[in-house]
Structure formats: C-alpha cells, structure tokens
C-alpha cells in the first residue's frame, strides 16, 4: 500500500541505568512502561545513545547488528532510494533489544529509538 504521509511511532527509550550487559527489550516511555514491538512497518528508524558508553542494537535478541556511539545517533531510511519498492520496511512486529558493549554499564543518559511510517501501513 503505498502511503505519502509521515507518521511518527511511539518514543521508545531506556534510561542508562535499565541498559544491561545482556540484551533487554526497548519500549520505554511516559505512556508505556513495557518494551514495544512495531505495529506497523517501518520506513525509518532513528538511534539516538545519549548515554556515556556505547550501545549494541540486536532484531533477534541473539546477534549484535548495530553499534551506536556515546553521544551520536545513527539513521536509517530503508525507503529514500525505494519508493518503487514499496515492501522494502523494517517488519511490523519487529522488537528491538538492546545492551552495552564492554564491561562497563552506562551511568548517564538516554537510548531512544524514533520510528517512521506511511500511514495506513
């Protein structure tokens, strides 16, 4: 279903403190204390480690996919170059995790996660 309008999913974060050395779910925020699949598909997703150490993404709980920086954020649109590809989102039901790398856990900050889709998708 192709979609012209920008939605914006609900903020998801987790305090420096809740980052663990093993992975934990992500989905915390003013509205919603549990970590938060997608629930809808996703055209872009935006990680933003305001944290003092660097954190690792995983999309299976098992495998580390993303590295992101203390103090820097990476961006991801799977869809700028694809809009002839209209399937080409992260899934709906996608839940990401999240840990620290190395041995030491972060004190300070934030790790949040800003998701984008189409509405009606």
Known sequence: MFSNLVRFDKLRGQDAGSIQSSYTAIGFN?????????????????FINTTDQTIIVSFDNVNDNIIVPSNT?????????????????????????????????????????????????
Do not use: W
């Not at 003013?30 to 935006?46: D, E, G």
């Not at 620290?100 to 889709?117: H, N, Q, S």
């Open 30 to 46: 003013a509205t919603q204390a549990t970590p938060a699949p997608f629930t809808h598909a996703m055209r872009v997703v935006h």
């Open 73 to 121: 954020f990476t961006l991801y649109d799977l869809t700028s170059d694809q809009d002839h590809n209209e399937s080409f989102r992260y899934q709906n039901g996608s839940q990401i995790y999240i840990k620290y790398l190395g041995g030491v856990a972060p004190l300070t900050g934030t790790f949040y996660v800003v998701c984008v889709y189409g509405l009606g998708e």
